[in-house]
């Protein structure tokens, strides 16, 4: 196997795309308790570790989480949009992108709650 056997190897199995979780629904991202029990318990945090207390509606430390993370990404899979969303305020939604975009850079663009993944650019002001 020569040099470039490898690299074509490497090419045809390399991922065309990588995943991303988006509130589609007007309100705010949030997880809801099952999903954050989940997560936690993918990452092995402890309940009692304060970035996981809770105020009164719920926690906020989901905002705090890459949205490209594997671990929520399986949770949203596995319990579902409603599910894994806090059910008040966000339905979640996992979006396939090219792979080009994470060099290029990416943003989360929100109106009202609703959310949308888009390529960065350049501005000046």
Known sequence: ???????????????????????ACFGEFGLS????????????IA??????????ERPTY?????????DLIAVVEALG???AGDARYSALKVVEVPMWLREKGWHIE???G????AEDHQTWR
């Open 1 to 23: 196997m020569n040099q470039n056997d490898i690299i074509s190897t490497v090419e045809a199995t390399a991922p065309e795309t990588f995943k991303i979780v988006i509130n």
């Open 33 to 44: 308790d099952e999903a954050i029990a989940m997560f936690r318990e993918r990452k092995g």
């Open 47 to 56: 309940d009692t570790e304060p970035q996981w207390q809770a105020d009164t």
């Open 62 to 70: 989901a905002d705090e989480i890459a949205r490209d993370d594997a």
């Open 81 to 83: 949009s409603k599910k």
């Open 110 to 112: 929100e109106y009202d």
């Open 114 to 117: 609703s959310e949308h993944i």
